[in-house]
């Protein structure tokens, strides 16, 4: 089984939801066994709501448990800042063609959110970076064509 790249927030994150799901799960049983007393199963619909319900409080469950057996746990703030992007690291750039900064975090797939500048370690944009150093320019071709960037700032926040 091949570990898969996490955060300490990433893996903080889905602790919580599963421990939200697991308080979920007697609350699920109890409303079966309230809608089992209504009578005929056949034609009880709140039955079905909570059976379905069930269903997808275990599914979600076995997800996050299979996400978190399988996660490489990874924390950047425990290593010596060499200036290198790596995995975890927040890295600011400087788009030459528009003169515009961003910075982004470098996350595991499930972690990504481009809203939150997380983005994932396979995103062209990550794999162009992932290895260079503080000043180095770059050109990654992304899905909007090539791009040309300077890497201003690593961080290993």
């Known amino acids: 089984m091949e570990k898969v790249p996490m955060t300490v927030r990433g893996e903080q994150k889905l602790l919580k939801e599963l421990e939200v799901l697991l308080k979920r799960r007697p609350l699920i049983s109890q409303a079966i066994a309230e809608a089992r007393e209504l009578g005929d199963l056949k034609e009880n619909a709140e039955y079905h709501a909570a059976r379905e319900e069930q269903g997808i409080c275990e599914a979600q469950i076995r997800d996050i448990e299979y996400k978190l057996s399988v996660a490489q746990v990874i924390d950047v703030t425990t ?3 060499t200036g290198k992007v790596i ?3 927040t890295i600011k750039l400087l788009d030459l063609d528009s003169d515009k900064e961003m910075i ?3 996350v595991g797939d499930d972690e ?3 809203k ?3 983005i994932s370690v396979n995103s062209p944009i990550a794999r162009g970076l992932i290895g260079k150093l503080a000043g180095d320019e770059v050109q990654i071709t992304t899905p909007g064509g ?3 960037f300077e ?3 690593v961080q290993y926040v």
């Open 104 to 106: 982004y975090c470098i």
């Open 112 to 114: 990504a959110d481009i």
């Open 116 to 118: 939150q500048n997380l």
């Open 146 to 148: 090539l791009k040309e």
């Open 87 to 89: 995995f975890g690291t």
């Open 151 to 153: 890497i201003m700032d």
């Open 79 to 81: 290593l010596t800042n």
